[in-house]
């Protein structure tokens, strides 16, 4: 069993231009590259919007962005310290959503497509506002 856990408070703020970092610890039995694929997302909902994909990493390091927030959006993971990170710059408010970090026993692609939600791992949404 895999748990997400939220790191840091539930709702962060910046201003246009600005960075935010999200973070999420990573518990339980994640497998190892000879026994399963694995790989780790970030997603986000907006008001009124359906869940969109953000960025997502495997084992490997491979990663994959939306082309919306490529160049300003960086994810990364520390395995030593089982964490998930989404490094935000160049803020805008239509970054504005619930960002939630999800992962999932499949190649990087399945962590890109809604095709997989039922067997994705979820944490706990935190709220990014960006004002402009």
């Known amino acids: 069993e895999v748990q997400l856990l939220r790191s840091g408070g539930g709702s962060v703020q910046a201003e246009a231009e600005g960075s935010l970092r999200l973070s999420c610890e990573v518990q339980g039995n994640t497998g190892t590259a000879t026994t399963s694929d694995f790989c780790m997302a970030w997603w986000r909902q907006a008001s009124g919007k359906e869940r969109e994909w953000v960025a997502a990493i495997d084992r490997d390091d491979r990663t994959t962005y939306t082309e919306s927030v490529k160049g300003r959006f960086t994810i990364s993971q520390d395995n030593a310290e089982h964490t998930l990170y989404l490094q935000m710059s160049r803020l805008k408010p239509e970054d504005t959503a619930m960002y939630y970090c999800?992962?999932?026993?499949?190649?990087?692609?399945?962590?890109?497509?809604?095709?997989?939600?039922?067997?994705?791992?979820w944490g706990q949404g935190t709220q990014v506002t960006v004002s402009s």
């Open positions: 999800a992962a999932h026993f499949g190649p990087l692609g399945t962590c890109t497509t809604s095709e997989y939600f039922k067997r994705y791992y």
